[in-house]
């Protein structure tokens, strides 16, 4: 039973790309078949992120216009096995693919793989209605923003009106410390806005950007924050019931101890 | 999607206008005056063989779209007519095939390496843009990350080249890529694709050098004495 998951968020700059990197990442290592396809053409970043950019011959372009079979354009990931990269076309731009094409290459990808997932681009226009075209589940990326916010309730009504029910909201780059000074929005204020369900929440962490630079996924690094959420959120995907990191309330059993004792928790 | 409209390919005298069997005339004659107002000059003081496809015209429609080429472009217009060598089924296939701005790999590949037609691009060749020529290209400034150099015969960059690069790139093995600084994501020679090791190296400053193949192996030398 393959899935195609495309990963979304309406605003650009909020993680659609290491988010995808991370949960194909963490799917691969989980023993699954995976392939990312990058459907940013002309900005693509995920081969970059994946530390993949030098091994490109073919792109996504060359597929869908028959300059080669799928497999010629398939990049096999350098540390994980099972893990593979369809990069986007750098010189071309979003109108070179067709929903209709997407929706044929995802097909035929099913065949070969578990689990397909799409790197959606920022933006409501071409880009993102090839990346949905064959999509069977969405996940929707925001940050505690309300401009995020806002753009990934325009996104949830899009995804709708093109039949992808009951995409899920994953919430990235969160801190506990400003949620608790008032100065973030909190899980439960997101959600009130967007009334989906909680893939998981991903905190901002350091890690994450010395991971993209160095185009290796922070999935497997044990001390990284993000990296176990991330872990966690994989789970999920594949239909366990993991329980959420604490969040927005405390960072830990010592601040949980300095309370109790009265001392004040910054 | 304004541009999708109409499109111009150019052929050994004159010129393609591609429409949309779709589109009203109206909206047809809209977008080709705005495109020429764009793009015209190129045409100035041309004369010009024009044949158009994808849409049935009347004589009426056919002489109006003649004049205002004729008009906006400052060219002659010496014929405007249906193109006939082509069909419907071809135009599936060929529309979305923009990929012939790549050279492809012929029996016939560019042998002017020595001397022949030669490209001077100046400037940054910054990520998305592709730069590319049927002869020997120089690149008078960088190539970024993300940025593609692809050549028929030899590729000189004079700055650092960390994009990627095709010399000979419609088969011609003898060509060679040079760089003041040869940093490629991934170099391209003929048929010969290399990248460079994924262990980083550390290396400061310009350091001039030459890509060449050998027995379908990419050789790296530097080509200044002092620098040996």
Known sequence: MSEVIVITSGKGGVGKTTTTANIGTGLALSGQKVVLIDTDIGLRNLDVVMGLENRIVYDLVDVVEGNCRVKQALIKDKRYDGLYLLPAAQTRDKSSVKPQQMMDLCGELKEEFDYIIVDCPAGIEQGFKNAIAGADRAIVVTTPEVSAVRDADRIVGLLEANELRNPKLLINRMRSDMVKRGDMMSIDDIIDILAIGLVGVVPDDEKIVVSTNRGEPAINDQKSPAGQAYRNIVRRIKGEEVPYMTFGEDQGFMVKLKRLLGLKAD | ?228
């Open chain 2, 1 to 228: 999607m304004e541009e999708n409209i109409i499109s111009f390919k150019a052929t050994l005298n004159g010129l393609i206008l591609v429409m949309r069997e779709e589109d009203d005339f109206d909206v047809i004659y809209e977008s080709v005056a705005r495109k020429l107002e764009t793009s015209g000059r190129f045409f100035k003081g041309a004369s010009l063989d024009v044949k158009y496809r994808g849409k049935k015209l009347d004589s009426v429609q056919q002489n109006k779209i003649a004049s205002l080429i004729a008009q906006k472009a400052s060219a002659e217009v010496k014929s405007f007519e249906e193109d006939e060598t082509f069909n419907g089924a071809e135009m599936e296939a060929e529309e979305p095939d923009r990929s012939s701005e790549k050279p492809r790999m012929r029996l016939m590949y560019f042998k002017g390496l020595e001397e022949g037609m030669t490209r001077f691009y100046k400037g940054t060749v910054r990520s998305g843009t592709l730069v590319s020529y049927q002869g020997n290209l120089v690149v008078i400034g960088d190539v970024n990350p993300g940025g593609e150099v692809i050549a028929a015969g030899n590729v000189i960059v004079m700055g650092s080249l960390r994009g990627m690069v095709h010399a000979g790139a419609d088969g011609n093995k003898e060509a060679v890529v040079a760089a003041l600084s040869l940093q490629p994501t991934q170099l391209r020679i003929a048929d010969v694709i290399t990248r460079p090791p994924d262990t980083k190296q550390i290396r400061q400053g310009l350091l001039p050098e030459m890509a060449f193949v050998k027995d379908d192996l990419v050789f790296i030398e530097t080509f200044l004495p002092q620098f040996k």
